[in-house]
């Protein structure tokens, strides 16, 4: 875990770029970052451990290789307790702050009522994160410096598939605690909010692959997708989102946040995975780009 004061942190995101863009995808990791400052850690009232529950912890590096696939891979380096880049810009709880938010904040949507909005209020199982009120000035400017470059290059790198293949999926990596699955078993859910973020060839060709590998994929129950899967998802002009989640089990001692011995296997597979998704997305996306010129 990093431990930086925010004037020296790393930049707020990393691109892994291929030598080539070979397939119209683009891998995006929002909630893998483990850089927390400290004035960051000083303003919390829990141990790094606790306010590690919340990250996608080494999602990143799990599709990291993907990019030998001629596919980008976009990473946020600051952690989600920190600020969350898969929510609206001004999802804000004015009950966390000692001022008044300005009137085009959303205060009221969902996440916000669950502590869980842009700047998080909970992390874990509903802990709260700050030991007093944050000004509404702090909000904004982590907003300004950290959410908004994210997504600025988010959208770069959309457009520049869409300008190479004539259409562009974004798949938004993330992780959920095994204790998220109430009942039976099940490695990874993708969501595709219900058909509308994406054709349904892709949510069904990236299933397929999983089970052929021997995972068990549920469809949109209990993730079907995020800010980001909405945001970025518009099949009818060529951009489609799909949200995979991984069951931590398969990958991490989740009481330590350590990688276990399952974290290479899931590599291989997800590399194996991401590889024939991307084979059939190249086709299309030759077709996508033929039928355009």
């Known amino acids: 875990m990093g431990d930086n004061d925010e004037d020296d942190a790393p930049p707020g995101q990393i691109i892994l770029a291929p030598q080539s863009l070979l397939a119209p995808i683009v891998l995006n990791s929002p909630h ?3 850089c927390y400052s400290r004035a960051f850690l000083h303003q919390s009232r829990l141990e790094p451990l606790a306010l590690r529950r919340s990250e996608d912890a080494f999602i990143d590096e799990l599709f990291a290789p993907c990019v030998a696939h001629g ?5 946020a380096t600051f952690p989600r307790a ?4 898969n929510r609206e810009p001004f999802e804000l709880d004015p009950h966390m702050f000692s ?3 300005p009137s085009y904040a959303n205060t009221r949507s969902l996440r916000v009522a669950g502590g869980l909005g842009t700047i998080p209020r909970l992390v874990g199982d509903a802990q709260p994160i700050y030991r007093a009120p ?10 300004e410096r950290w959410y908004r470059p994210c997504h600025a290059q988010l959208t770069r790198l959309v457009d520049e598939s869409l300008t190479a ?3 562009c999926l ?22 595709d909010r219900f058909g509308a973020s994406a054709a349904p060839w892709m949510a069904e060709c990236l299933t397929q692959e999983l089970n052929n590998r021997g995972y068990v994929v549920r469809r949109n129950k209990p993730y079907a997708g995020g800010f980001i ?5 518009d099949p009818t002009n060529g951009r489609h989102a799909i949200q995979i989640e991984i069951n931590r089990a398969l990958y991490l001692d989740e009481r330590r946040i350590e990688k276990s011995a399952g974290m290479a296997i899931l590599t291989k597979d997800l590399f194996d995975v991401i590889g024939a998704l991307a084979k059939t997305a190249a086709s299309i996306g030759q077709t996508s780009s033929l039928a355009a010129e």
């Open 165 to 167: 293949f004539g259409v």
């Open 134 to 143: 944050l000004t509404s000035a702090e909000a904004l400017d982590r907003i």
């Open 82 to 85: 920190f600020v969350d880049v």
């Open 229 to 233: 899967t909405e945001h970025y998802g």
């Open 71 to 75: 596919i980008p891979l976009l990473a």
């Open 99 to 101: 001022d008044r938010l």
């Open 32 to 34: 893998s970052g483990r």
């Open 170 to 191: 974004v798949l938004d990596c993330h992780s959920m605690p095994s204790s998220a699955i109430e009942s039976g078993k099940t490695d990874f859910v993708v969501g």
